[in-house]
């Protein structure tokens, strides 16, 4: 009798999946873009809101005297938010679409697959706009690039910025032509040619240029960008923290020509330049030097958001995770105290209750670690007034939660599947999250579908005064 191998065997045998689905091997999304509020944006093509930003001219002892000016009372303005846009699109065949029809035939259907990536992309893609701001900036060039081959080159990246590129990721890059001078408007390298990410690393990420940028300089400063978040001089992105509470160069000095120019052109309707501290947020920069400590610096910033009216209970700082390390060993030296009147040293505060404690509670159980905020920059906002106002509730469902569990099969397929119904079909419908349109491609099992996630809308704070911002250098 022959002998039946191993090999006979297993040609024999199908291939048995784990009906759980696919594991998400990817880093998730910022968790603070899933714990902000998400509200609706009203229908049409803009959403105003007012602020009062003074309240003098008027108040005094004589009345005869201060009706003399009687249009120097209140100041109020109006707001004037638009939608920008994110989306993430992938493509679908129908053969695909039938062969992973359920788990009977595959390990998780092609649908639901291919949405668990364009979540996770958009939902990437939005924290990026988030920390980044209109432009889509991701980081900045640590080191300078002179670019004498298109393929393997390194750029390295901040933790921040390796959060936000995945492998195919497309960038460009901003550049005022010298090192350390960029600003994120500034004007693009190459004509805005790209480079793409070919590979991950653990410090950074390896690119494939265009080669348009042959012989070209890219300076340490220069802004790394998100390929489509401009087109020419034109901004298509959603404003984020460095829109509403910008900085420039990390400084705020009226004899900086890119601030003033900057501050004193209109933001959503307003000239943020009458009350900068009022309509652009509160600043505070740490000394490069070491004598203004980043603990320092995050206490002068929350000492400001008390004078604007922030309550312990109702303020935010969120910081990199990295900074967040380095922030605690600058605190790691003990601080000893006696506790209940007894002598010696018997209780003592380490860490960031070191900052709680010179400063009242404002700083218990307030800070959130977020690895997408920029390595060298924290931020201060009131959660209740800082929200996120899109068409459709889209965001909402792309967004939160983050963990990873938040893309497993069976919510993807009832999103999905509620959005497509039994099949898909040409449709416009933002309510039910996609644009389904045939992509004009097609092979010999038929046409393909270009199947594309929308988000319309924007970041939205009306208690701008309570905002702030400490550079971190």
Known sequence: MAEISKSFLNSMLKVVYDNSGVANDKYQASQMLSDIKKETFPIGEEFRYAACVGDGGNFGSS?????????DGARYLQWAMKQGHVAGLFYSSMIGELLTDNDKKAYMDELAANMSA???????????????????AV???QEEITVSQLTGVKIKLTSAGLMKL?????????S???????????PLVANGAYATVTKLLEDGVEVTFQSAFTGLTIYKGDFIELYTARRGNKYLGIEGLPDLVPVIHNDRDESDSDWTNYIASDFRGVDRSQAVSR???????AASTGDYRYADALQALLKKGKKAGNRSSEIKIVINDDKFDELEKELRTNMWQSVNGATGKIGKTVGTN??????EDAFTNKLYVDPYCWYDKAYMYRPYDFSFADLGGVASKVTSPVGNESEGKAGIEAVGRQGFGSKIS???????????IPNGAKDDDGPLFEITAHIFGNFKSKETIANGVAVLD
């Open 63 to 71: 009345y005869e005297m201060m009706s003399n000016n009687p249009t």
């Open 118 to 136: 364009c979540y996770s992309g958009t939902s990437r893609t939005l924290a990026t706009f988030l920390f980044g701001g209109i432009t889509g």
């Open 139 to 141: 980081d900045t060039i």
């Open 166 to 174: 995945d492998q195919g990721s497309r960038i460009v890059f901003a």
């Open 176 to 186: 005022a032509g010298a090192t350390d001078k960029a600003i994120a408007t500034s």
């Open 279 to 285: 309509l652009a947020g509160q600043f505070v920069k």
């Open 354 to 359: 070191e900052i709680a404690v010179a400063f």
């Open 426 to 436: 040409s449709e416009i419908n933002v309510d039910k999250l996609f644009t389904v």
